[in-house]
């Protein structure tokens, strides 16, 4: 178990493409897991992938409390998902606010697709198969595209949107993802 560094944007390993994981229920799978939800607590993320602390696995964990300091915040249930395929259900996409622990400081308004079926599996190998829609449709789409090499800032389409999170949002407190 331990809080690891998390690589900033930049680092190359952030464009790589990960591989899938091959085998389940193993120590090395199970300490991954630790590690990386030891990294995202101690950070404050709703979520973090595999290669944000330098392993190209397709393993990503998010989550997201009700906080009582975020009263609209929603819900997103504690999930390790692993070996992800994605397809968005209908075309709908919405705009809304992102951040990255990749990239510290900063929130760009990011495009979505607002509904979402996505499937995987746990670090057990139990299939997981959700319809989402919303904010847990974007922390999923958000921490895959990290397994594809992807980060949010390649998903902005306008740069006017896109800043320092105490200029954007003076006196808000608010979490990184
Ligand atoms: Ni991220």
Redesign the pocket.
């Known amino acids: 178990m331990a809080v690891r560094t998390v690589l900033r944007m930049g680092d190359p390993l952030l464009l790589q493409k990960a591989l899938p994981v091959a085998a389940f229920d193993t120590p090395e799978l199970h300490a991954l897991i630790e590690d990386m939800q030891d990294t995202m607590r101690a950070m404050d993320g709703a979520?973090i992938?595999a290669p944000?602390i330098g392993v190209s696995l397709q393993v990503v964990i998010f989550g997201v409390d009700k906080n009582p300091r975020y009263p609209d915040a929603v819900q997103v249930p504690f999930t390790v998902l692993i070996n992800p395929t994605l397809t968005a259900v209908g075309d709908e996409i919405e705009d809304d606010w992102e951040g990255?622990?990749?990239v510290p400081g900063l929130r760009g308004l990011v495009p979505r697709y607002t509904r979402l079926h996505y499937k995987g599996f746990d670090q057990h190998g139990n299939g997981i198969d959700r319809l989402v829609s919303g904010f847990h449709a974007r922390v999923v789409q958000?921490?895959c595209d990290?397994l594809n090499g992807i980060?949010?800032p390649m998903r902005i389409t306008d740069l006017s949107q896109f800043g320092y999170t105490d200029v954007l949002f003076p006196g808000q407190d608010i979490q990184e993802?």
Do not use: I, P
Request: hydrophobic share 25%.
């Open positions: 979520g992938a944000q990255c622990l990749s958000h921490e990290h980060l949010y993802d």
